[in-house]
């Protein structure tokens, strides 16, 4: 069963960037593959997606133009590049396997979930 280990996050001023990546104990290739997040107090959502191939993506209507995922099948990793930060951001990220064309439904994802990587935007 795959296994994913998330890295990059950090503490970051409103309107600052922040790279993620996603890792995973078996090949990533064969999956599309989501960012999910889970602020303290609320259920975890998804963010955005990518298919196996790279060839489509989804974003959430709060991350669309400022976050932009993209995959490297050579280096079996998926990363999540998040611009334009806001408070609102602030959240556990998380990365998971992906099934069907509703990516970003969390009861869609699969996979053994890692620890995350914490994303704090404050001033």
């Known amino acids: 069963q795959l296994q994913f280990v998330e890295s990059g996050g950090g503490l970051v001023q409103p309107g600052g960037s922040l790279r993620l990546s996603c890792a995973a104990s078996?090949?990533?290739?064969?999956?599309?593959i989501g960012w999910f997040r889970q602020a303290p107090g609320k259920e975890r959502e998804g963010v955005s997606c990518?298919?196996?191939?790279?060839?489509?993506?989804n974003y959430a209507d709060s991350v669309k133009g400022r976050f932009t995922i993209s995959r490297d099948n050579a280096k079996n990793t998926v990363d999540l590049q998040m611009n334009s930060l806001k408070p609102e951001d602030t959240a556990v990220y998380y990365c998971a396997a992906v099934r069907g064309p509703a990516c970003l439904v969390v009861g869609n994802a699969f996979g053994s979930w890692g620890q995350g990587t914490q994303v704090t935007v404050s001033s």
């Open positions: 078996g090949s990533l290739g064969y999956y599309g």
């Open positions: 990518i298919s196996s191939n790279g060839g489509r993506t």
